[in-house]
């Protein structure tokens, strides 16, 4: 079993095998467009520009030995893959490599009259319906609306539509099954652009900030016109830092296109596609300017994939821990933000899977609004049950800062003590109570707020900062679990 992870800037493709615990390339052996398109499709593409190979990357191990797709196939979790050097000849392969083709933008729709999918006449053809669309999306609306050459690729099924902008699906428009003005055999087809014109890609090891250009499908840098400080800060703060050390520039490298020509941050955006950019050399001077970088500071990175039973995978590359995030609370909501970091534009629905303890879990109670860019955005309760000492004080680790130690009193009772104990593999708590403050151990948890009903503290909702601004005064959690045999 292995899961997609990305494509590299240079078309290389990355994997997660589930086998041997490893993110890395895939060997080019029986590479071919039916494995490509599949990989395209799954990243959100129409289909594939070129399939072709590299030379293999000491940057990473070798996860997949061989992709078997038909091509038919809706994710390259669906296809055989060889998690071994079956044919023995990966060792001296290449790194299976693709190039996706860009989305133009045409609206496809289906008829339900006849069955068939195709486009849309643009008669008519107006922002209120590309905003429906879009919304219908998981977009907050159309960044523009547009049209394109009729394409005698496809059949055309709709020949208008007339929305008010407030409907929630296009299924609640007023659409025309039949050429009522007689213009559409010579008119373009509907298109729209649901997403920002640009986002941010990666960040290169020496800073140099990769932007996704989405007027022009390139993948690379930025010129430095007008780079500074507030555009460096929105950039890191949505890489998951709290903003940036330092920007500055570094010589051009032809090892990328120019794909932003200019990036305007008010500061208070929460993602770089919140900006306004300029995808053409407006300023005329980017032809020998230098690239836009920035210095973030340091952090564990990060990288999130779909495994098995559409269970969610978190990759920690700083301690090589592969982890999951517990389901307490993961709603429609988590499951859209999830889905659109993942490439799938119409987002997702929430569905849960029992517990496979070969991970670790490393994220609990993550709640996101629904509107946020990157998954890392969203909120979570990063603490965990270290354990109880002898004289009964609650000790717990904060996932946020690696520290194990105590719980401030406040609001602790006898449903949380119920769940610590219960956890340890008690029935429950004889008595819960509250001894001194111990300078022997930071505050790592200012509250916890459990039902009662929960099978482990990690389900309930914990404060991991003091929000009643008592604590620095107040006792420590303690517990006294009941004697009987543990379960």
């Not at 890395?24 to 399939?51: H, N, T, Y």
């Not at 290449?94 to 849309?120: K, L």
């Not at 006294?480 to 543990?486: E, G």
């Amino acid at each position: 079993m292995a899961t997609l992870g990305h494509i590299d800037p240079d078309g290389r493709l990355i994997m997660f095998s589930h086998f041997s615990m490893v993110v890395g390339s895939v060997c080019s052996s029986k590479w071919g467009i039916e494995d490509a398109e599949v990989v395209c499709r799954q990243l959100g593409f129409p289909g594939v520009v070129s399939f072709f190979t590299l030379p293999r990357s000491k940057q990473y191990d070798r996860a997949v030995f061989g992709l078997h797709c038909t091509g038919t196939e809706r994710f390259v979790e669906e296809c055989p893959l060889d998690t071994s050097d079956f044919s023995g000849i990966c060792s001296t392969m290449d790194d299976a490599a693709v190039t996706c083709g860009q989305p133009n933008g045409r609206v496809m729709m289906i008829s339900h009259s006849n069955g068939y999918i195709g486009t849309v006449c643009s008669s008519g053809w107006n922002k209120e319906d590309a905003d429906v669309i879009c919304r219908q999306q998981g977009f907050p609306g159309a960044v523009s609306y547009f049209t394109l050459p009729r394409s005698i690729q496809y059949v055309r099924t709709i020949f208008g539509i007339h929305c008010s902008g407030t409907e929630k699906t296009v299924e609640e428009c007023p659409v025309d099954t039949i050429d009522y003005n007689g213009m559409c055999s010579s008119m373009e087809d509907a298109a729209v652009s649901c997403s920002q014109s640009a986002s941010l890609g990666h960040i290169e090891p020496d800073g140099r900030v990769i932007m996704i250009s989405h007027s022009n499908g390139y993948m690379g840098t930025m010129c430095a016109s007008a780079w500074d400080k507030e555009d460096a800060d929105i950039i890191c703060r949505q890489q998951g830092f709290p903003g940036a050390v330092s920007f500055f520039t570094l010589p051009r490298t032809s090892h990328f296109d120019r794909a932003v020509f200019g990036i305007h941050c008010t500061g208070f955006e929460k993602a770089v596609e919140e900006c306004s950019f300029d995808t053409w050399d407006v300023s005329g001077t980017c032809g020998t300017m230098e690239d836009a970088a920035v210095d973030c500071g340091q952090s564990a990175s990060i990288d999130i994939f779909l495994g098995d039973q559409n269970r969610i995978l978190v990759f920690d590359q700083s301690t090589n821990q592969v982890g999951t995030i517990c389901a307490n609370g993961w709603d429609n909501n988590d499951a859209m933000v999830f889905c659109r970091y993942m490439g799938f534009p119409n987002g997702g629905i929430a569905t849960y899977t029992h517990r496979n303890y070969n991970y670790t879990r490393i994220a609990y109670n993550v709640r996101c609004l629904g509107n946020e860019t990157n998954i890392k955005d969203c909120s979570k309760d990063d603490a965990s049950l270290g354990h109880i000492e002898p004289d009964g004080r609650v000790m717990m680790i904060s996932h946020s800062n690696g520290y194990i130690g105590t719980v401030c009193s406040s609001g602790w009772n006898q449903e949380n003590a119920d769940v610590i104990c219960r956890q340890q593999g008690f029935p429950g708590a004889v008595s819960y109570f509250t001894l001194p403050r111990s300078i022997q151990y930071v505050r790592t948890i200012f509250g916890i707020h459990c039902s009662g009903t929960e099978k482990t503290v990690e389900e309930c909702p914990v404060d991991t900062i003091d929000y009643n601004g008592m604590c620095s005064s107040m006792e420590d959690a303690a517990v006294s679990c009941s004697q009987s045999a543990r379960h």
